[in-house]
């Protein structure tokens, strides 16, 4: 895919590599430049992962969760916080950093996935998992 004239910096390109990595085993996910410029990644029209880059090329994710995942995750202070707008709805960012857990960010982007996918392709997916 080459959607990448929003992501310009080492950072941000980094990110949506590993990003896509994830979204490559989610089925029917698709990557989408949004009104905005934004890389989003939707499943059946719905978004559960937004990346973006500031001016100064400071890279960021945002990621659709559950409430309750939400409130756990801004209770780790520094790391994560409610995403501009659309935090009311359960979304969480964070600033990419090299050391950031992926493995942590991937049950995360599943996590949004399953929030976002139809009940047909949860099923599909718990079948690839096996």
Not at 15 to 41: K, Q, Y
Request: glycine fraction near 10%.
């Amino acid at each position: 895919m080459s959607h990448d004239f929003n992501l310009q910096s080492e950072s941000g390109l980094d990110m949506l590599c590993r990003v896509r990595e994830i979204i490559a085993r989610l089925p029917e996910a698709v990557e989408v430049i949004d009104g905005f410029g934004h890389t989003s990644f939707r499943v059946n029209g719905k978004t559960f992962v937004i990346l973006g880059e500031s001016e100064q090329g400071d890279a960021s994710i945002s990621i659709k969760t559950a409430k309750t995942t939400q409130q756990f995750l801004l209770l780790q202070e520094g790391k994560f916080f409610k995403t501009p707008y659309i935090g009311q709805h359960g979304w969480v960012s964070l600033r990419y950093a090299e050391e950031d857990d992926w493995r942590e960010l991937g049950e995360l982007i599943r996590e949004g996935y399953g929030l976002s996918a139809p009940k047909r392709l949860l099923k599909l997916l718990a079948t690839i998992d096996g």
